[in-house]
T-cell receptor, first 115, second 107 residues
Framework: ETGVTQSPTHLIKTRGQQVTLRCSSQ?????VSWYQQALGQGPQFIFQ???????GRGNFPPRFSGLQFPNYSSELNVNALELDDSALYLC??????????????FGEGSWLTVV | AQRVTQPEKLLSVFKGAPVELKCNYS??????LFWYVQYSRQRLQLLLR??SRESIKGFTADLNKGETSFHLKKPFAQEEDSAMYYC?????????FGKGTRLSVIA
């Protein structure tokens, strides 16, 4: 058990809609990252938060946004959903600051289907 | 740019046979390399990292900077090793993953 929980586990949205995915990390895990894993692909880095501020971003458009809260929970928001956004979204957290070498723990992910 | 290549999508071996999952990377600095594993119906989890130089579940991986490789090896495959394996690199950004190799160990 890694202590990283994500919700919902599965959801279906219509193209153009907005979605919010949630993640709850272990106490003390100040760094959280979000990844998108399309079918047959490895996870792709979306962005990272450290102490409630964005700390790095991958090659994703601005309609992908996030929040991190003081209680070690975080959100991934995607606006104007497109069919290609259909994927497994993974939350990962680690203790202390980014690049500190601490182990990164993954949640089980949220499966998003856009129709 | 950081890139990780896993050339095999699927690798099938017989139980007891040696296993080698290939991983090549591209990064101009000093990378940290990892292997992650995902067993059926389970979450992605860290298998090993090159800086630890340890053996986990019989698996080892050596970082070869000359060949820019970090191949995962196990001398005798077990059925419980069947899983999806991802090689990942950490350079100046968070983890960059390869596309993964599905290992199937046949009894």
């Amino acid at each position: 058990e890694t202590g990283v929980t994500q919700s919902p586990t599965h959801l279906i949205k219509t193209r153009g809609q907005q979605v919010t995915l949630r993640c709850s990390s272990q106490s003390g895990h100040n760094t959280v990252s979000w990844y998108q894993q399309a079918l047959g692909q490895g996870p792709q880095f979306i962005f990272q938060y450290y102490r409630e501020e964005e700390n790095g971003r991958g090659n994703f458009p601005p309609r992908f946004s996030g929040l991190q809260f003081p209680n070690y929970s975080s959100e991934l928001n995607v606006n104007a959903l497109e069919l290609d956004d259909s994927a497994l979204y993974l939350c990962a957290s680690s203790r202390d600051r980014p690049n500190s070498g601490n182990t990164i723990y993954f949640g089980e992910g949220s499966w998003l289907t856009v129709v | 740019a950081q890139r990780v290549t896993q050339p095999e999508k699927l690798l099938s071996v017989f139980k007891g046979a040696p296993v080698e999952l290939k991983c090549n990377y591209s990064y101009s600095g000093s990378p940290e390399l990892f292997w992650y594993v995902q067993y059926s119906r389970q979450r992605l989890q860290l298998l090993l990292r090159h800086i630890s130089r340890e053996s986990i579940k019989g698996f080892t991986a050596d970082l070869n900077k000359g060949e820019t490789s970090f191949h995962l090896k196990k001398p005798f495959a077990q059925e419980e090793d069947s899983a999806m394996y991802y090689c990942a690199l950490k350079g100046n950004t968070p983890l960059v993953f390869g596309k993964g190799t599905r290992l199937s160990v046949i009894a």
